[in-house]
């Protein structure tokens, strides 16, 4: 019997023990007990299932409805919620608190010590030292860059999809899915890492399965209920993991060698413009190259990866499906799109994409009711919180807001069950005719506001989605011009997404039937 077995046996046999241990250990009993203090005064969503184990199992197949009932039920107060994580307690907030909890410094309310438990970074082992400055370079560097880079976005769709769907004049099935992680993959590691590489097998298993290997060590972390510490290396996932990291370091780091030497030359002409070379040169100091800068930049690429693929693939697939059961829309969608790209001779340049406008509203309608999460504004509490109606967060408590009550809040958005793909079209232009282009901005794909949580909320809100939203139009208005597109056979509407706990992401393993547009 290894450790982990007969760790896991005892905590089977003495479940008492582990949780008086664990419960002694942490923390001071006088700051525990305040704590519990707090915390009992604040209602638990969903007593009347039962116990915990109950509420935990509701959470995990049923978690919208939970959140739902909560969003009413508590709507200008807080809850306490019971999720399939038991290494601390989450409370949602209604939304009309995030713009106090918004302005709250990061000491006090912390983005990224949420992330950390989000991915587990003390079992994964995972290194977020560089989550500062690719926020800051995605944010200063690239969000800026587009008008000069959108013609590179744009020919890197073009080819991507050239060689992931070769579509001819018969419906072909296609998972869409899988194409488009290797799509985007290649058009994100365009703008990452450039050209030369962008396409290869080993950047791409690199950057696509890194995430992959990540969701599911952590998965599989979150099902180990006890010593949990102890446990979690022996763990397949993380060990794979481990592995997955090295793997990709080991193909990154020559990469970064090579472009670093080239950033130390004071050769300024040809040189690449992509987010490792600015990256570089934002920071290199001149000097011979450190083994650590070389790390360093290399995890840099891997955490781009992870913030950009699988979160623009998933909403690009949600697209799609979205598409095939609106047949409807097509002909609207292929018109503006036409008429958009006629006036730009036919590049897809910053203004021909902010006036897809129809495009951009269904985008909107598709984050709205299949966002990746059905919560937003994910933070840890690091000190105690006074809220403006005299609530208190104590410290140490995840809190969230129910995105899925917002985006079902049938105040905000008439009839809220219906996927209407113009709904924010119809505002917008209003908005826009009546005042000018600015005051249409509240209902944009990339907006952020209360009443559209799909990238976040304040000063940690995604600073990837102006670059994201670009490469989804490109793929759709590419996809739209020269592909029809419908559900296979015997598939009915929408195809359903698949929901556990919080998550919510389109099934990858169906397809959709596509064929060349006949002429
Ligand atoms: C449609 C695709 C995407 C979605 C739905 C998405 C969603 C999100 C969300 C929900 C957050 C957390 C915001 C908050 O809690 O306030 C976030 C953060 C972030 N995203 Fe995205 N994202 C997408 C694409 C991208 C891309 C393409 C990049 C990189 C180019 C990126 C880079 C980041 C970074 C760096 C952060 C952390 C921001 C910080 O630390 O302040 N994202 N994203
Ligand atoms: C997140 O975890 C890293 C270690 O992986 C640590 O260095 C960092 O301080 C943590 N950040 C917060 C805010 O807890
Ligand atoms: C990711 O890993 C799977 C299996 O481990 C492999 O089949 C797939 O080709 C990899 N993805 C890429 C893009 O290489
Ligand atoms: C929260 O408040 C309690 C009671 O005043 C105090 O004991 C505790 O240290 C505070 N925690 C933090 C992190 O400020």
């Given amino acids: 019997m290894g450790l982990e077995e007969a760790v896991e046996a005892l905590a089977d046999r003495w479940p008492l023990f582990a949780v008086g241990a664990a419960t002694l250990v942490g923390a001071s009993l006088v700051r525990h007990l305040y704590y519990l203090k707090v915390l009992y005064s604040i209602p638990v969503l969903g007593e009347e299932l039962g116990g915990k184990e109950k509420r935990r199992a509701a959470y995990l197949m049923g978690a919208r409805k939970l959140y739902l009932d909560g969003y009413k039920q508590f709507k200008d107060t807080v809850y306490r919620i019971t999720t399939t994580k038991d290494s601390h307690t989450t409370i949602v907030v209604s939304p009309k608190f995030l713009t106090e909890l918004q302005k709250l410094p990061d000491d006090v ?59 001819g004049a018969d419906w072909t099935e296609i998972n869409i899915n899988k194409a488009l992680l290797r799509i985007v993959g290649m058009v994100s590691g365009r703008i990452f890492i450039g050209p030369e590489l962008c396409r290869e097998e080993e950047y791409l ?27 979690a290396p022996y763990l397949p996932s993380v060990k794979k993991l481990k592995g997955r990291v090295k793997q990709a370091l080991n193909f990154l780091q020559p990469v970064v060698q090579k472009r670093m030497a080239m950033a130390r030359d004071d050769v300024k ?28 930049f290399a995890r840099v690429q891997l955490g781009l990866s992870f913030a950009a693929i699988h979160t623009t693939t998933l ?93 079902h809040d049938p105040a905000i958005h008439a009839d809220d069950a219906t996927f209407d793909p113009l709904r924010f079209y119809r505002p917008r232009s209003e908005a826009e005719a009546e005042s000018g282009a600015a005051a249409g901005a509240a209902n944009q794909f990339v907006s952020v506001n209360q009443a559209h949580l799909t990238f976040g909320y304040g000063r940690h809100a995604c600073p990837g989605r102006f670059f994201a939203a670009n490469e989804i139009k490109m793929i759709m208005a590419n996809a739209l011009l020269r592909y029809d597109v419908r559900n296979v056979d ?18 990858g393993s169906k397809s959709l039937l596509f064929r060349k547009v006949p002429l």
Wanted: hydrophobic share 40%; charged share 25%; aromatic share 6%.
């Fill in 315 to 407: 909403t690009t697939t949600n697209a799609f499906y979205s598409l095939a059961a609106t047949p409807e829309i097509v002909p609207e969608l292929r018109a503006e799109i036409r008429e958009v790209l006629a006036e730009s001779g036919g590049l897809f340049t910053s203004a021909a994409l902010q006036k897809m406008k129809k495009l951009d509203s269904f985008l909107r309608e598709t984050s709205r009711l299949y966002p990746p999460s059905h919560t937003s504004f994910q933070r840890k509490a690091l000190k105690n919180i006074t809220l403006s109606n005299g609530q208190v967060i104590p410290a140490g408590v995840l809190i969230e807001v129910a995105a899925v009550g917002v985006n």
């Fill in 205 to 231: 298993d690199a950057s696509i399965n890194y995430t992959i290997d990540v969701m599911t060590a952590v998965r599989e972390i979150n099902t180990l209920r006890w010593f949990r510490d102890l446990r």
């Fill in 109 to 167: 309310v912390s983005f990224q010590a949420a992330v950390n438990e989000t991915i587990e970074a003390k079992h994964t082992k995972l290194g977020t030292e560089s989550a500062h400055d690719v926020a800051r370079s995605v944010k200063s560097d690239l969000t800026p860059a587009l008008v000069r880079l959108n013609p590179t976005i744009a020919e890197e769709v073009n080819e991507a999809m050239d060689l992931e769907l070769p579509i």
């Fill in 490 to 507: 015997g598939v009915e509407g929408r195809i359903p997404n698949l929901e556990f706990g919080n998550i919510n992401v389109p099934d």
């Fill in 269 to 296: 002409t040809d040189r690449p413009d992509d987010m490792l070379q600015w990256f570089m040169e934002g920071k290199l100091k001149k000097g011979a190259a450190k083994a650590e800068d070389v790390d360093y």
